[in-house]
């Protein structure tokens, strides 16, 4: 699961906070490491709102794309077309779904370099930066 995480400088890139590897694991409070795997649970109505999803959302099994920007543009196609999303609204959702992503293991990278004792040829001022932002949920 990613958020959608915005700076304070407005830059806005998706932070994985969540996987699923058999179990579900979450990022801790630090951000540096994923939490001891638990069994996730739904709610009943968590299932019935999935269901109303499934039934009366937009669901596209096979699509003839190669690259995520052409997969955002036949779903968002497809929302215009269903009257599900407003045309003046498209660009700006097709700008958020195709930010940068940023996985847990490329911050870690990042940490273990500054470990190793050797120097580092950024400086440290970008990753403080993006540890004062503010975090926005997004379900699509």
């Avoid at 579900?24 to 999935?50: C, I, M, Q």
């Avoid at 036949?74 to 003046?88: K, P, W």
């Amino acid at each position: 699961m990613d958020e959608l995480y915005c700076d304070a400088s407005g830059v806005e890139e998706w932070k994985e906070t969540a996987r699923w590897l058999k179990f579900e694991e979450d990022v801790e409070e630090g951000g540096n490491r994923w939490s001891k795997p638990h069994v996730a649970t739904l709610s009943l109505y968590s299932l019935f709102e999935l269901r109303s999803c499934v039934l009366n959302g937009t669901v596209l099994l096979d699509l003839n794309a190669s690259t995520v920007s052409q997969i955002a543009d036949i779903v968002l196609d497809d929302l215009v077309a269903s009257r599900q999303l407003d045309v003046g609204l498209r660009p700006r959702l097709r700008d958020l779904l195709l930010k940068k992503h940023r996985h847990l293991y490329e911050r870690r990278k990042s940490t273990q370099r500054k470990k190793s004792g050797l120097p580092s040829l950024r400086g440290s001022k970008k990753a403080s930066n993006l540890d004062k932002g503010t975090y926005i949920s997004c379900t699509l």
